[in-house]
């Protein structure tokens, strides 16, 4: 089978949800935002998602992206024991097939967390095969050294990043890619979900990859598949086993030149200039561009508060080839370090709320949402250097310029091209030389 992206994944604007952490249907949040510090559960559900539906679609957002919601043992539910059961803490599988209804009545698409690398060890198969040691007809369903389960002082079973709580599934097993691949055709099938997000894809076996790609693909043609990839996904491109990557590979760069400040702006667009040629043109289109996530500090955070750099990224982000995705609560300039810093509970009073944060990134969504240049134009650099960056996107015969300027102390000077320009803001007409605040942005689109 030949890739073949879904036509709807460029428009789209991504919103991430850690759905224990996102909101309480019916119930307002404890006032301390702030993560238990033993990680124990918050409350957030399915209800809540459904009472925020209008929020998000006045963000602009038309596609969620959640982690977990199957049956799990902990709070972020990467640790599944029934793949076909949403799990309890966040409702039942009517309810999720009522939220998936009046999501897509808003325009909005749903993308669920595939965790097909490792299940719970209260996986009843693991279970059985507990019991039962060889015996059980699930033994060769995973990798056991000997000819029983031992847990203790170390687990003689092959299991994710050495935690014992989550056994690895055995892939070359054919049976267990043929019921993961029924978890797949389940949730498309039944609940029409618009895509997989597969955890761990640098884990899976490729050939197991491609298999749920072809699986998801022959059901529908527009659903999503994306790959956890921390590093290139070129590899996954080239056997036609994904539609995109999560962009880990650019957040690292608009990292070291916006938040950490070690790069340039020739090494910055250096480093998204080789990545972007090492993709196919579709797939630079189809993989989602993050700037945080429940796996990464806030980006907020990084930039050690500084709003200023945070809008430069976003001002990036959003001028970027490929769907841009919000980690819930960045809008509101939510912060936090590492896991499980970064999965504090959303503050549901809007006084928390950083309100003209709020409003910059709907009026962003918004400007990409009414300019297919930036969607689907093509992307070169006309300037880059110090800390100073000029980007354009074209489409036909339709420019946009995004100017950056990320010096922390000094204006900077800019010329524009000859044409019929505006500010893409203001809708003010704008010519020749141009004044770039130090730590600003701005965008400026032809007009005919």
């Given amino acids: 089978m030949q890739r073949s992206v879904p036509h709807w994944v460029a428009d789209?604007?991504?919103?991430?949800?850690?759905?224990?952490r996102f909101r309480k249907g019916s119930e307002d949040w404890e006032a301390d935002p702030h993560t238990p510090a033993d990680r124990a559960p918050c409350?957030?559900?399915l209800a809540g998602i459904h009472e925020a539906i209008s929020y998000l679609g006045n963000l602009g957002i038309t596609a969620l992206y959640l982690t977990p919601i199957f049956h799990a043992d902990s709070y972020h539910k990467y640790d599944t024991v029934d793949y076909f059961a949403i799990d309890p803490d966040f409702g039942?599988?009517?309810?999720?097939?009522?939220?998936?209804?009046?999501?897509?009545?808003?325009?909005?698409?749903?993308?669920?967390?595939?965790?097909f690398n490792h299940c719970s060890d209260h996986h009843p198969f693991f279970q059985d095969v507990i019991e039962n040691g060889s015996l059980s007809p699930y033994w060769d369903w995973f990798t056991v050294t000997g000819d029983h389960v031992m847990v203790d002082p170390e687990p003689n079973y092959a299991c994710w990043a050495g935690v014992k709580k989550m056994p690895e599934w055995n892939h070359d097993h054919p049976a267990v890619s043929e019921y993961l691949l029924s978890v797949v055709r389940h949730w498309i099938d039944e609940y029409h979900i618009d895509g997989w997000r597969l955890d761990?894809?640098?884990?899976?076996?490729?050939?197991?990859?491609?298999?749920?790609y072809q699986t998801a693909h022959t059901l529908s043609p527009d659903v999503y598949v994306l790959g956890e990839v921390m590093g290139l996904g070129t590899p996954w491109f080239r056997h036609h086993a994904l539609d995109g990557v999560m962009h880990y590979k650019l957040l690292e760069a608009i990292t070291e030149f916006l938040a950490k400040e070690t790069w340039d702006a020739h090494t910055f667009w250096h480093s998204v200039r080789a990545h972007w040629y090492s993709y196919p043109e579709d797939a630079n289109f189809s993989s989602y561009t993050l700037?945080?996530?429940?796996?990464?500090p806030?980006?907020?955070?990084?930039?050690h508060g500084d709003l200023d750099r945070f809008r430069l990224a976003l001002a990036f982000q959003f001028a970027f080839p490929g769907p841009p995705a919000i980690y819930y609560g960045d809008e509101i300039g939510l912060q936090g370090g590492e896991d499980p810093d970064n999965r504090r509970r959303l503050p549901w009073d809007e006084s928390h709320w950083n309100h003209d944060l709020v409003r910059e990134v709907r009026q962003l969504i918004h400007l990409r949402t009414q300019n297919e240049v930036l969607r689907h134009g093509s992307i070169s650099c006309l300037y880059a250097e110090d800390r100073f960056l000029v980007i354009e996107r074209v489409l036909e015969a339709e420019r946009f310029l995004i100017v950056l300027n990320a010096d922390r102390h000094s204006d900077a000077r800019f010329v524009l091209p000859e044409g019929n320009w505006i500010d893409a803001f203001t809708h003010q007409e704008q010519r020749g030389d141009q004044m770039i605040p130090a730590l600003s942005y701005r965008y400026f689109r032809t007009v005919n």
């Fill in 43 to 45: 409350g957030g559900d």
């Fill in 92 to 115: 039942s599988n009517e309810e999720f097939r009522d939220l998936v209804s009046r999501l897509h009545k808003q325009g909005i698409r749903v993308v669920l967390d595939g965790v």
């Fill in 291 to 296: 700037l945080s996530s429940h796996d990464r």
């Fill in 12 to 20: 789209a604007v991504f919103y991430q949800i850690f759905p224990d």
């Fill in 298 to 303: 806030r980006f907020l955070t990084q930039c």
């Fill in 200 to 212: 761990t894809t640098e884990y899976l076996p490729p050939d197991f990859v491609r298999a749920i």
